[in-house]
């Protein structure tokens, strides 16, 4: 059966605005059962002679059928984006056109622009939230309304969440069990290393290098890893890789969606401390992070310290998802004095929010004074004081403390 997604309220009010509607995201997310709730016919773009036959003769041909028509991986005929982008423009209605696609085609690709014509959705794994694992007691949004946080307490099992985080957010893992999540993810890891990273752009990749690579993106998953400690170890006993492949590999990660490092914020601080700008390295959902090492829940919880950076991680899937239903957008805050937050929520008018996040409950309190220094070094006669500043942590229950910090598990939170 279908789960709701954060996501459907915008698919509907996007069909509303635009003649087509463009939904982004990793294979595996959900993007085409999520679009199939919408349309009203539809066609694969990736597995037919049909279509390949249709690009040579009359594309138009493909976008016959009942509206909203779905168009499934869209991405694998890039030239089709102007053939819909016509269509638009010719029927002049709303609503015609459902676009999924796992892969941002290259800049070669000579796209008109879809303003005015495309609305654009990026969707990412399921939160905690969306797969029924949060019991939703405490809003974001009226978290930052100023609303006073409470949760019933949510018993530590570290064990139940490594599980969960092996698992992932992948809709077609819910309600499996652990052992056969992890073959999926291997399977999925497999078609990732060999396949798609040398098809999105048509240029062969070694598997192997690619291997390495995003071995070493999950061992530093959460740091600001440099380009060449990446080199170093994807080029094994041959030697590092040159940096520019590296890059050209980490553009063909982004590309398919796989991994999505995080900005960091640029604002205004109170102090001559100066911010630093390289961005924390992250997966789209930290179950890959875990497939590429081989790991599994016993393996995780035999390192409590890499388990700490795989849950933060974690928790900076949820927040980009939950920050999606705002408006708003999610970033890292550190500076040269070492005072930094593991998030910033920035609102479309700048109001702003930030986060400490922490596995164990016992390390809230950490996490409080770290924000407390955060809201003391950003200028907030120009910046505005904080809508909130919020510990997340594995267990525990919600609740503000004294000095205004809010703490909230993630078992209990949601957009």
Not at 79 to 104: C, P, Y
Not at 224 to 230: G, P
Not at 274 to 303: E, I, T
Request: aromatic fraction near 6%; charge should be neutral.
């Amino acid at each position: 059966m279908y789960k709701k997604r954060l996501i459907d309220d915008f698919v509907l009010t996007q069909l509303a605005s635009a003649g087509a509607v463009l939904i982004r995201g990793p294979k595996g997310c959900g993007k085409t059962e999520t679009a199939r709730n919408f349309a009203k016919s539809e066609i694969r773009i990736d597995d037919s002679i049909t279509v390949k036959n249709a690009m040579e003769s009359d594309p138009s041909i493909l976008l016959e059928g009942a509206t909203p028509r779905l168009i499934d991986e869209w991405q694998e005929q890039p030239a089709l984006w102007n053939t819909i982008r016509h269509a638009v423009d010719d029927r002049r209605k709303k609503g015609q056109f459902i676009l999924t696609g796992s892969a941002n085609p290259e800049e070669t690709a000579k796209l008109h622009s879809g303003v005015g014509r495309f609305g654009v959705l990026q969707m990412r794994p399921m939160s905690w939230f969306e797969s029924g694992w949060s019991t939703g007691e405490v809003s974001l949004k009226r978290l930052l309304e100023g609303e006073t946080p409470k949760s019933q307490m949510i018993e530590t099992d570290l064990a139940d969440i490594a599980k969960k985080i092996v698992i992932g957010g992948w809709p077609g893992n819910i309600g499996l069990n652990e052992k056969a999540a992890i073959v999926n993810m291997d399977n999925y890891f497999d078609l990732l290393t060999e396949v798609d990273l040398s098809r999105v752009s048509d240029t062969r990749r070694d598997p192997i290098k690619v291997r390495r690579l995003m071995q070493s993106l999950a061992r530093n998953v959460s740091t600001e890893c440099a380009i060449s400690t990446l080199a170093k170890d994807a080029g094994g006993a041959d030697g590092p890789l040159s940096e520019n492949t590296v890059t050209d590999y980490l553009d063909a990660l982004q590309r398919l969606m796989i991994s999505e490092d995080l900005p960091t914020w640029n604002t205004h601080i109170r102090s001559s401390a100066r911010l630093r700008k390289a961005q924390k390295r992250h997966f789209v959902d930290p179950s890959l992070a875990v497939a590429s090492l081989g790991l599994d829940s016993k393996k995780l919880l035999n390192d409590l310290e890499y388990f700490g950076t795989i849950f933060e991680s974690l928790v900076i899937r949820d927040l980009r998802i939950y920050a999606q239903t705002l408006g708003a957008k999610i970033y890292e805050y550190r500076d040269s004095n070492g005072v930094e937050a593991d998030a910033i929520l920035e609102m479309r008018d700048g109001s702003w929010a930030a986060f400490e996040i922490k596995l164990g409950f016992g390390a809230a309190s950490a996490g409080i004074a770290s924000l407390q220094k955060v809201a003391h070094t950003i200028d907030q006669d120009r910046m505005g004081a904080p809508l909130a500043l919020t510990v997340i942590t594995a267990a525990g229950y919600a609740f503000r403390d004294k000095s205004g910090v809010n703490v909230v598990p993630l078992a209990a939170f949601a957009p």
